[in-house]
């Protein structure tokens, strides 16, 4: 067995050359980051907006997005989304400022404390356009379980706030100030029995975007 173990484990450094000295691989690094247009996609002509609604198309099922004109127009558009999808007008609301402010009642909306199986609505601190993926960072308006536990989970970002690639999205924020940063990308997805999709089961089974048009709250 010592024999085999030690085979394999040559057979390992054969295949990765000689030892480099860590101000190297650093060297590297920093060479890679110098020009990212060099190691990473380049995206389609177009706006940010509509290559993020593009992204959105190519998410597992459960996915949508639509672009609504300002804040003001959210509560209203809430409401028409779980009317047709035949859900309780319902929902627990991040306690953003942006949020707490809109009329969700006069829209027919109550406001749930808890979120366990039922529908949330977060605020994501942006998007991004290469694969539709909305960036969530936790705090003490943002509660980050509101991203893992709902069954349904409605996320509004500003079109304002949408970026190229992740690399511009992790650059907006102090990460030594960032006790958690979520990257949300499309609803709850997992192959591990036998290689098949299935929607739901480590998190929300539905992920709505509410694109805001509109950066001012």
Not at 78 to 83: E, K
Not at 109 to 115: H, P, Q
Not at 161 to 181: C, Q
Request: hydrophobic share 50%; net charge negative; with cysteine.
């Amino acid at each position: 067995m010592s024999e085999a173990r030690d085979a394999i484990f040559g057979a390992i450094r054969h295949a990765l050359g000689p030892a480099r000295a860590a101000e190297r691989i650093r060297a590297e690094a920093d060479a890679l980051l110098a020009e990212p247009e060099r190691v990473r996609p380049r995206l389609p002509d177009g706006d940010l907006a509509s290559l993020f609604e593009a992204a959105v198309t190519r998410l597992p099922p459960g996915a949508s997005c639509e672009r609504i004109a300002d804040f003001a127009a959210l509560p209203a558009a809430v409401a028409a989304h779980l009317h047709a999808r035949g859900r309780e007008p319902a929902i627990k609301l991040q306690p953003a400022l942006a949020l707490l402010t809109l009329p969700f009642a006069e829209a027919g909306v109550a406001l749930r404390d808890e979120v366990d199986d039922r529908t949330a609505l977060s605020l994501s601190d942006c998007a991004i356009a290469e694969t539709a993926s909305l960036v969530i960072r936790s705090g003490a308006d943002m509660a980050v379980l509101d991203a893992f536990l709902p069954l349904h989970h409605l996320v509004a970002v500003r079109v304002s706030d949408i970026v190229p690639h992740l690399e511009e999205a992790v650059a907006r924020f102090d990460l030594a100030r960032s006790r958690n940063l979520v990257v949300v990308t499309g609803p709850s997805g997992t192959t591990d029995i036998e290689g098949n999709l299935v929607i739901g089961v480590h998190g929300p089974a539905t992920l709505h975007i509410f694109l805001i048009e509109d950066g001012a709250a």
